[in-house]
């Protein structure tokens, strides 16, 4: 079974960094396209990056590019999601998913991730 293991979230300044990370056992970044989601309170899970299984490509949301960069170390089999400049507005608890490339909805689309990990909350204080 593919599970998926999130760390790096916390508490920064608004301006600061952080790097999430994403471990994922039990199945291969072949064999998976690797998306981060966030959800703040009250509001819908929103795509906010993915790197493509097929030919590593990747994706992000028009509120992080340029400030959010996607990677990925296949001998670790993990998955990152490097933060800067960090806004309030970027305070959500932040999931990374795994799906096949196949059956994904869209790229930065929830419906087509089949395994999830719990989350990490990253707060930015302004």
């Known amino acids: 079974e593919v599970q998926l293991v999130e760390s790096g979230g916390g508490l920064v300044q608004a301006g600061g960094s952080l790097r999430l990370s994403c471990e994922i056992s039990g199945g291969t970044l072949d064999d998976y396209t690797i998306g981060w989601f966030r959800q703040a309170v009250g509001k819908e899970r929103e795509g906010v990056s993915c790197?493509?299984?097929?030919?590593?490509?990747?994706h992000y949301g028009d509120s992080v590019k340029g400030r959010f960069t996607i990677s990925s170390n296949s001998a670790k089999n993990t998955v990152y999601l490097q933060m800067t400049n960090l806004k309030p507005e970027d305070t959500a608890v932040y999931y990374c998913?795994?799906?096949?490339?196949?059956?994904?909805?869209?790229?930065?689309?929830?419906?087509?991730?089949?395994?999830w990990g719990q989350g990490t909350q990253v707060t930015v204080s302004g």
């Open positions: 998913g795994a799906g096949d490339l196949w059956v994904l909805a869209g790229p930065l689309l929830s419906t087509g991730y089949d395994y």
């Open positions: 790197i493509m299984s097929h030919d590593g490509s990747t």
